[in-house]
């Protein structure tokens, strides 16, 4: 009996998708959930879910800024964290993604957009007040297709970082903006930041080999629906007499 190669590939293919998903824990919050209310920590602001997206309405205060302190977060080490980001009306300016966040909320890295610059920026928060910090790069140049389609207030970008050790990257719209080192913080959690300005947050997203993973395999997926596909099957389709 002679296999069909290409079934063949398939299922090696598939072994090892698994094999690699299998290493690697997801957490996220859509804001869909307000029981998801709870796992997030308030520093400074006025913050609410709305309408299945996280907000802050006031505007009112520097560092502005929300922890979620998710399963075994204090592990977490080198991950991806992800969200889409939308700065909010007329004169909000600055708005970020949280990573490596302490015990202590004063500490974290933060990596943010700046509308009037069209850029991006990375800075390191230190214990002492909300707004005590020191830049590691305050002057990160759009790439080409940040140029093209510029930061703007009350338009969704989707913002990425990736740790890794000490070096880590910085996305926007998937394009990668720039890669820069820091040592002072190992580990730790994510949130959602904005300076003196009003912001909109939705789909944080953390992923990596050190995050417990929470996130329910969705049966509608492409992968479920292949393999369910593949278990219904007469046998015969993939094997040659």
């Not at 910090?133 to 305050?138: D, E, M, N």
């Amino acid at each position: 009996m002679k296999v069909n190669i290409s079934f063949c590939l398939f299922l090696m293919i598939s072994m090892v998708l698994v094999s690699s998903m299998s290493h690697a824990g997801v957490q996220l919050w859509d804001f869909d959930n307000i029981g998801n209310e709870k796992d997030w920590e308030e520093a400074n602001g006025d913050w609410a879910f709305k309408k299945g997206i996280f907000q802050e309405s006031s505007g009112g205060e520097a560092a502005m800024h929300q922890i979620v302190r998710g399963v075994d977060w204090e592990k977490w080490e080198d991950y991806t964290v992800s969200a889409k980001i939308r700065i909010d009306g007329a004169g909000s300016k600055w708005a970020g993604l949280i990573f490596r966040a302490q015990k202590d909320n004063h500490e974290y890295y933060v990596y943010y957009l700046n509308v009037p610059d069209n850029k991006t920026e990375f800075w390191v928060h230190m214990a002492g007040a909300w707004g005590t910090r020191r830049a590691v790069s305050s002057n990160i140049a759009a790439m080409k297709k940040l140029q093209k389609d510029p930061i703007e207030v009350d338009k969704w970008m989707d913002v990425k970082v990736v740790t890794k050790g000490t070096v880590f990257e910085f996305y926007m719209n998937d394009e990668l903006q720039s890669e820069l080192e820091d040592k002072d913080y190992k580990k730790g959690s994510v949130g959602v930041w904005c300076w003196e300005s009003k912001a909109s947050f939705d789909d944080v997203m953390v992923e990596g080999d050190t995050v417990t993973n929470t996130l329910a395999v969705d049966p509608q997926s492409k992968l479920s629906t292949t393999w369910s596909s593949i278990k219904t099957r007469p046998w015969k389709q993939y094997f040659l007499d």
